[in-house]
């Protein structure tokens, strides 16, 4: 059974009309990441929630806004995608936030038109 | 300073020869932990293995086995007996313990995997 799921796994937007693209867990876990990978990269944190608690990695674009409604829901919406936000979206889960691993959705490949 | 190395960028073998992947890390932490993860084409990260600082016992699992060293900052995966299957992106990761105790992964730049039938 899946434990993390994303959904769409592919999204095609156009330059500068907002997309959300959404993640849902079954684990029950306090954490919920979201990550951008580019081609041949590492993934790269964007921001993380411990339980309702919103930290954002000090790099990551304005453009990018994430929602957690409850424990089992987290949201990516990206309010004018660029070409260079095209990517792998990669939703991740962990228990608690030190020293658990990380549980990753399959992704949502987002391509900008 | 890049926290997570892996030297080797793509690696080919051919069915049934062994393959290791090195991982050297940097921290300056005494509480971190480190992971293995498998990305196969199909782009989910799939965990392998985590380990803490103070386990430095070495770790086979089926085909798969770790190799941790704390005196030389590596953490080493070898496959034995390769497989096509186990053709994918192999990324090594660390987490340090922090004074907020956040998970944050920092990740190596991966290792490409190709078995060759």
């Known amino acids: 059974d899946a434990m993390v799921i994303q959904n769409p796994r592919y999204q095609v937007t156009q330059f500068g009309k907002p997309v959300t693209l959404s993640c849902s867990q079954t684990?029950?876990?306090?954490?919920m990441y979201w990550y951008q990978q580019k081609s041949s990269q590492a993934p790269k944190l964007l921001f993380h929630?411990?339980?309702?608690?919103?930290?954002n990695e000090a790099d990551t674009p304005d453009n990018f806004q994430s929602r957690r409604p409850n424990t089992s829901f987290c949201f990516l919406d990206i309010r004018s995608p660029g070409l260079g936000d095209a990517a792998m979206y990669l939703c991740?889960?962990?228990?608690?936030?030190?020293?658990?691993?990380?549980?990753f959705g399959p992704g949502t490949r987002l391509t900008v038109t | 300073a890049q926290k997570v190395t892996q030297a080797q960028t793509e690696i080919s073998v051919v069915e049934k020869e062994d393959v290791t992947l090195d991982c050297v890390y940097e921290?300056?932490?005494?509480?971190?932990?480190l992971f293995w993860y498998k990305q196969p084409p199909s782009g989910e990260l799939v965990f392998l293995i985590r380990?803490?600082?103070?386990?430095?016992q070495n770790e086979i699992s089926g085909r798969y086995s770790w190799n941790f060293q704390k005196s030389t900052s590596s953490f080493n995966f070898t496959i034995t007996a390769s497989q096509v299957v186990d053709s994918a992106v192999y990324f090594c990761?660390?987490?340090?313990?922090?004074?907020?105790?956040?998970?944050?992964?920092?990740f190596g730049k991966g290792n490409q995997v190709v078995v060759i039938p």
């Open positions: 380990r803490n600082s103070f386990d430095e």
């Open positions: 684990l029950n876990h306090n954490v």
């Open positions: 929630y411990y339980d309702k608690d919103f930290n």
């Open positions: 991740a889960t962990s228990r608690t936030s030190t020293g658990y691993e990380q549980y």
């Open positions: 990761a660390l987490s340090e313990f922090g004074f907020y105790g956040n998970n944050r992964l920092a």
């Open positions: 921290t300056r932490d005494t509480t971190y932990y």
